[in-house]
C-alpha cells in the first residue's frame, strides 16, 4: 500500500503480526470455571480486553458478571449471560482439556505481557514505525517515540484502564442491544415515580447498575421513609439490595420495611400494640424481605481508639458489596462511614464510591443531609442541589438526585402529602417535582402525580443560573 506525502509516494509501513499464547489464556479460563473463591480473585485482576484470542473476551465478559450476580459455574448460564456469543462446545473443549495450574500469578502476568505487546503494535510501535520511515518528521520526535515506546512496556500491568477500542465497541453494543431488547430503563418500584402519567420513564436509566443516586432532605423530610420504600420496591423485583441504615440501625429498618410492606401502623409496632398473629405475620415478612434485602451494620467506630482512613473504610466497602452480590447498594447515611469529612477527603471518597459502583455493576443510593440552616433562611423550604451538606462532588458525582419535602415541616397545614423533587438526572430530564400522598404512621407514599416545578421559587439565583448554563456548583461541568 502507498501513501502520497510532499509530491512523493511512500510504502506505508508493514503490519506487525505479534502472536499471543491461546493455550495460557485457556488455562485462565478454566481456572475461572472452577471455585468461586479463585474466580473471584481472577476477575479482579483481568479484564476481559487482556485476552486477544478469538472469543475469549466474550468469554471472560461473561464470566465476570457470572461472578458480580455470585451465582455458580455452568455452561448454559454462562452462555446466556454472553448474549449467545459463547460457543458451547468450545467452551467444552476448554474445560475438559484445560488443567487448572497451580501457578495463577503467573499465567496471569504471561496474559498482560501478551497484552502489552498487542497494545505496543497498535500504539507506540506503530507511530514510530511510521515517523522512521518518513524522512521529513524531526529527529527528535522520532528518539521521542522511541523512548515511548520503552516506557509503555514498564509497569505495563499497572496500566489497566487504556481501553482496547476494540473491546471498547463490542463491550458498549452489548449495552446498546440490551437497550433495544431488553431494559433500557430500570425502575426503583415506585410507579409513580418511576413512570409519567403517560407511562414514558420519568427516570431514565433509573436504578441501573454502575450509576449513582442520592437522596437528600432535612432531618425529618420522609428521606429514610422514602428510600425504604424504595428497597421494596426494588426487593419486589427480585433484585438483591445490600442495606447500610446507618441513621436508623437495621433491626427497626427490617421492622420498618416489614411494617411499610403490611401497611401497618408504626405508632401500633412502636409501643408492642399488635397480637400474637400480627407478631407472626411481621416475624414471616421480615424473613421474607430477608430473602432480597441483607443489612450491613456499620462496620467502622466500633473498637476505642480506632483509627481507620477513608480509604480503608472504603476498601471495606467494596468488600462487603462484592461478597453480597448485591444489585444495589445503599447507604444511609453513607458520610458515616468516614473519618475525614473535609470537602477534598469527602470529594476523593465520593470519586472512589463511583468507581466502585462502576466496578461492580452495582446502583449505589446514597442519604445526605440537607443544610438546616439555609433551608430555614430560605422563602421556599424544598430542597436544592446548592443545599446538599458538604462537598460540590455530592452534585457532580451523582447520576440522579431526590430531593425530599414534607410541606407539613413548614406550614401549619395536614400532614398528608410529600413531594419527590428530581434535581438532576444526568440521562433523563429535571428538574421535575412529583406529589404523593402520604401518611406518616403507616409511611405510605401512594398516587403519585406531576406538579409544576417553579425553579425561580426553589433555588437560589446562583443556582438558577447554574441549571440555566448547564454547570455545576463552583463553575465545574
Known amino acids: 500500500m502507498r501513501r502520497q506525502r510532499g509530491g512523493r509516494r511512500e510504502e506505508a509501513a508493514p503490519a506487525v503480526d ?9 488455562v485462565l479460563i478454566a481456572a475461572a470455571m472452577g471455585a468461586k473463591v479463585e474466580r473471584a480473585r481472577l476477575v479482579r485482576r483481568v479484564k ?14 461473561a464470566i465476570t458478571e457470572l461472578d458480580r450476580r455470585d451465582l455458580e459455574y455452568d455452561a448454559t448460564t454462562l452462555i446466556q449471560l454472553s448474549g449467545g456469543k459463547v460457543d458451547a462446545a468450545y467452551l467444552a473443549t476448554v474445560h475438559q482439556t484445560c488443567t487448572v495450574p497451580l501457578n495463577i500469578g503467573h499465567h496471569v502476568e504471561m496474559l498482560e505481557w501478551d497484552h502489552a505487546r498487542a497494545q ?17 518528521t524531526h529527529p527528535e520526535r522520532v ?9 509503555s512496556f514498564d ?30 430503563c430500570f425502575p426503583f418500584g415506585l410507579d409513580t415515580l418511576d413512570k409519567a402519567e403517560d407511562g414514558t420513564y420519568r427516570l431514565v436509566p433509573g436504578a441501573k447498575g454502575g450509576l449513582i443516586t442520592v437522596v437528600t432532605g432535612v432531618p425529618g423530610s420522609g428521606k429514610s421513609t422514602l428510600i425504604a420504600r424504595l428497597v421494596l420496591g426494588l426487593a419486589r423485583q427480585r433484585r438483591r439490595v445490600l442495606y447500610g441504615p446507618w441513621e436508623m440501625g437495621d433491626g427497626v429498618t427490617l421492622e420498618l420495611l416489614a411494617g411499610m ?10 409501643t408492642g400494640q399488635i397480637t400474637d398473629v400480627e407478631e407472626a405475620q411481621l416475624e414471616q415478612r421480615m424473613i421474607d424481605i430477608s430473602a432480597y434485602v441483607r443489612f450491613v451494620a456499620m462496620p467502622f467506630g466500633r473498637t476505642p481508639g480506632e483509627r481507620i482512613s477513608n480509604e480503608q473504610a472504603l476498601d471495606t466497602l467494596h468488600g462487603y458489596i462484592s461478597d453480597s452480590g448485591c444489585d444495589v447498594f445503599v447507604a444511609d447515611l453513607w458520610k458515616r462511614a468516614l473519618r475525614y469529612t473535609d470537602p477534598d477527603d469527602e470529594e476523593r471518597a465520593l470519586v472512589r464510591q463511583q468507581a466502585i459502583a462502576q ?3 452495582v446502583h449505589c443510593i446514597l442519604a445526605q443531609q440537607q443544610r438546616l440552616k439555609d433551608v430555614e433562611q430560605r422563602r421556599d423550604k424544598r430542597p436544592t442541589r446548592e443545599g446538599i ?19 407539613a415541616l413548614w406550614k401549619p397545614i395536614p400532614d398528608v402529602s410529600v413531594e419527590v423533587d428530581i434535581l438532576k438526572q444526568r440521562f433523563g430530564k429535571w428538574p421535575l417535582a412529583v406529589e404523593f400522598d402520604w401518611n406518616a404512621d403507616s409511611g405510605s407514599i401512594d398516587n403519585g402525580r406531576t406538579v409544576d416545578y417553579d425553579a425561580h421559587g426553589s433555588t437560589s439565583s446562583s443556582e438558577l443560573d447554574d441549571f440555566v448554563h448547564g454547570g455545576s456548583k463552583n463553575g465545574k461541568k
Do not use: C
Not at 476481559?48 to 465478559?61: K, Q, S, Y
Not at 453494543?173 to 431488553?182: G, L, N, P, S, T
Not at 462532588?393 to 431526590?402: L, Q, S
Open 120 to 136: 505496543a503494535v497498535g500504539g507506540p510501535l506503530a507511530s514510530f514505525l511510521e515517523a522512521l520511515r518518513d524522512p521529513l
Open 48 to 61: 476481559p480486553d487482556r485476552f486477544h484470542g478469538d472469543g475469549h473476551g466474550d468469554i471472560w465478559a
Open 155 to 184: 509497569g505495563h500491568g499497572d496500566r489497566k484502564y487504556l481501553r482496547d477500542p476494540n473491546r471498547l465497541v463490542a463491550d458498549h453494543m452489548v449495552e446498546v442491544r440490551k437497550r433495544r431488547q431488553v431494559q433500557a
Open 143 to 151: 528518539r521521542s517515540l522511541a523512548r515511548s515506546l520503552g516506557t
Open 389 to 407: 451538606k458538604g462537598s460540590g462532588a455530592w452534585v457532580e458525582v451523582a447520576d440522579t438526585i431526590m430531593g425530599v419535602h414534607r410541606p
Open 18 to 26: 505479534i502472536p499471543i499464547d491461546p493455550i495460557n489464556e485457556q
Open 261 to 270: 410492606s403490611l401497611r401497618w401502623s408504626r405508632y401500633k409496632l412502636s
Open 359 to 361: 466496578e461492580t455493576g
